[in-house]
């Protein structure tokens, strides 16, 4: 959707180098997610946030960190990439933890 | 555990109805969700139901039965562009207090033919 973004679109990177991607809203919505979504796996939850610096590891959070210093800004940072992050990530946005709606999503590619 | 079973493909033909299954078994459920998910694009949300019963939204209609972990998406009217897959997710306890999670299925691909 038009109020929320995702930076960059598509990016490929080497196993061990760190990596940032970046969620940015325009609703001022309280709660961001970060998802991947990966052929038989479905979307998965990696890390959310429900408000600035309030954060929570997800169910596949290892080798992740997140932060939030501002409201419409929530980074997904992938300390040391591995070839099994390879994968679509998907940042969503809800203004009552309810219904998530969807940035236009991230391709990685770990060589 | 946490499961949630929908057909991995289904095809239907333009101008006629399709319905899309979706079974869960779920540690809690506070509510279940449909996204439509086209090729190499982000999930939208279509639906959402947390009573039981039918949700009519134009085009668009979904069931739930919380006694029977059940529910469908009713797509009437089919055209072309409804080509795409079909995401069931259900709303779940995570975590401690009261923070939620979405469980999600593998999609449905659905395919319209003209």
């Known amino acids: 959707d038009a109020g929320i973004t995702q930076s960059p679109r598509h990016k490929v990177t080497e196993t061990g180098t760190p990596v940032t991607l970046r969620c940015h809203q325009t609703?001022?919505?309280?709660?961001m997610y970060w998802y991947r979504q990966d052929p038989g796996h479905g979307l998965r939850l990696i890390h959310y946030?429900?408000?600035?610096?309030?954060?929570d590891k997800g169910e596949v959070s290892d080798g992740y960190s997140v932060s939030r210093s501002k409201t419409e800004d929530f980074l997904l940072t992938l300390e040391s990439a591995t070839s099994s992050q390879t994968s679509v990530y998907f940042c969503?946005?809800?203004?009552?933890?309810?219904?998530?709606?969807f940035g236009p999503g991230t391709r990685l590619l770990v060589l | 555990g946490q499961n949630i079973d929908q057909p991995t493909e289904m095809t239907a033909t333009e101008g006629a109805i399709v319905q899309i299954n979706c079974t869960y078994q779920?540690?809690?459920?506070?509510?279940l969700f449909w996204y439509q998910q086209h090729a190499g694009e982000a999930p939208t949300f279509l639906s959402y139901?947390?009573l039981d019963g039918l949700e009519e939204k134009g085009r668009f209609s979904s069931f739930l039965s919380r006694s029977k972990g059940y529910s469908y998406l009713l797509l009437k009217e089919l055209q072309m562009k409804d080509s795409a897959s079909y995401l069931c997710?259900?709303?779940?306890?995570?975590?401690?207090?009261?923070?939620?999670?979405?469980?999600w299925g593998l999609g449905t691909s659905l395919a319209v033919n003209p």
């Open positions: 946030s429900y408000g600035v610096k309030d954060t």
């Open positions: 139901n947390v």
């Open positions: 997710a259900v709303r779940v306890p995570f975590n401690a207090g009261n923070n939620r999670k979405l469980i």
């Open positions: 969503a946005i809800s203004e009552s933890e309810v219904t998530q709606y």
């Open positions: 779920t540690s809690g459920f506070n509510g």
């Open positions: 609703e001022n919505h309280r709660y």
